[in-house]
């Protein structure tokens, strides 16, 4: 049995919020439609809790933190906007379920009282808020542990909402290589689009093992940050009948997005 009643892969650049993209918001059309269409059926599954796993904020080498603020909120001044202000309930009763069926599994995980939404976080909600999503939400912060132990965490949490009885959306915030293209914003390899083209086949196939045994050195070499989270999305998923479908996948500012849900 699961409690996640819907899952996503999404990417997080500001550049996709009309806001700071400005006209060049065109240049990612794709992903702009993907993730409107998988927000809105997000919404429509009206959720208790909307779960974000990030690969930026507070990271660790080997501890998964749980964000257990009652209220959460942040901004996209670093990214020259200063009028978008985004704030929302926490769940602090679910982080900190979640964070005890992680330790009873012998997992690194904590609660911390992290309260600022990063870009991350901050950049799949817009859509979701835009569609209409209005319920608390629990960050979770991934860590760098190997995506089998990330995996487990997901695990735990998928427990947790099954505990609490609470129906959950969990995203995977997740952008793909940032070597695409010679002026990427952590420069060019030729193992970025082998990355791209590896991980967004796996992910149409659902061939959950290979991507939580996806070869590391070729991760490396890809400047990526997708794995991490998600493998605690597949951890979640686990027992569940959510089959994935990729919507969408571009790489127009040398990093790759891909759009994808869990159904």
Known sequence: MSNVIYGMIAPHPPIIVPEIGGARIAQA????????????KAKSLKPDVLVIITPHGDISATTVHVYSGPVLEGDFSAFGDKKIKLKCKG????????????KASGLYAAEVPESFLDHGILVPYYSLKQA???????????????????????????KAALSSGKKIVVV?????????????????????????????????????????????VLAEA?????????AILLGA???????????????????????????
């Open 29 to 40: 059309s794709s992903t702009r439609s993907a993730m409107e269409e998988v927000s809105k």
């Open 91 to 102: 769940d602090p009763v679910l982080g900190h379920k979640t964070v005890c069926e992680a």
């Open 132 to 158: 209409g999503l209005n319920c608390p939400v629990l960050p979770i912060a991934v860590s760098l542990a190997p995506l089998k132990e990330l995996f487990e965490v997901g695990r735990a949490l998928s």
């Open 172 to 216: 995977a915030s997740s952008d793909m290589s940032h070597k695409l293209t010679q002026d990427a914003p952590s420069g060019y390899s030729a193992r970025g689009k082998e990355f791209d083209d590896k991980l967004v086949e796996l992910v149409k196939k659902d061939n959950r093992d290979g991507i939580l045994s996806f070869d590391p």
């Open 222 to 230: 890809a400047g990526q940050d997708a794995l991490w989270s998600i």
């Open 237 to 263: 998923l686990e027992g569940s009948a959510l089959k994935s479908r990729v919507l969408s996948y571009e790489g127009p500012f040398g990093v790759g997005y891909m759009v994808a849900e869990f159904i």
